[in-house]
Every structure is written in structure tokens, then in C-alpha cells.
């Protein structure tokens, strides 16, 4: 499976963006997609994930009602609305897939990623 990151930028405070996280490969193996991002100095997080046979969802605390994940499969496509933007958002954001059914926020269970892009909310 490879994954295409897009969408990132600069916007400020309040504002919004959208990352699109494109699939390629051997992607009816992949179980959950979804998005982790890495501020500088700190450790990777989860930030949002959906269920692709269903679509069920699950999100950090700090984004649920800010950040809307959604996919649409015939696209094999991934997206995350990312509303109301906060400094503290500011990141490399990650889109990642995993086979696993369980433990589906832990990075370690993703098997592939995509590249990193920029998301940063200025003040």
C-alpha cells in the first residue's frame, strides 16, 4: 500500500484546511485508515481514524468536534476537515493504514504511511 499525503499549509487561527490522504496498492487489505501528526520535539499522536467497510470513526479528545474524518473508497481516498483551527495543531500530519482490528489509535499498529505535510495555525 503506498499513501499520498496532501492538503497541508499555513492558515490562521480559527480557520480551516483539509488533507486528503490518497491509496495505491494492495488496498483492500487495510482495515482502518487514519491520521497521526508529530509537533516538533514531541512523540507522535493520533489524531483521528475511520473504519473503511463502515466507516465508523474515532478521534483524540483535543480535535473531536474540530476535525472530521471521512473517506470515500471508490476514490480509495482518505480526508480529514480540520475546522477551528488552534496554534496548538500545529504539526506534521501523517496518514497511515493498518490491517489491525483492535488498538487501531497506537501508531504501532499501522503498517504503512504515507509522507509528512505541514499544518501550521498561526496565532
Known amino acids: 500500500v503506498q499513501l499520498q499525503a496532501s492538503g497541508g499549509g499555513l492558515v490562521q487561527a480559527g480557520g480551516s484546511l483539509r488533507l486528503s490522504c490518497a491509496a495505491s496498492g494492495r488496498t483492500f487489505s487495510s482495515n482502518f485508515m487514519g491520521w497521526f501528526r508529530q509537533a516538533p520535539g514531541k512523540e507522535r499522536e493520533f489524531v483521528a481514524t475511520?473504519?473503511?467497510?463502515?466507516?465508523?470513526?474515532s478521534y483524540a479528545d483535543s480535535v473531536k468536534g474540530r476535525f472530521t474524518i471521512s473517506r470515500d473508497n471508490a476514490k480509495k481516498t482518505v480526508y480529514l476537515q480540520m475546522n477551528n483551527l488552534k496554534p496548538e495543531d500545529t504539526a506534521v500530519y501523517y496518514c497511515?493504514?493498518?490491517?489491525?482490528?483492535?488498538?487501531?489509535?497506537?501508531?504501532?499498529?499501522?503498517?504503512?504511511w504515507g509522507q509528512g505535510t505541514q499544518v501550521t495555525v498561526s496565532s
Open positions: 497511515a493504514a493498518t490491517q489491525a482490528n483492535y488498538y487501531y489509535r497506537d501508531y504501532a499498529q499501522y503498517n504503512y
Open positions: 475511520v473504519r473503511l467497510i463502515d466507516g465508523y470513526t
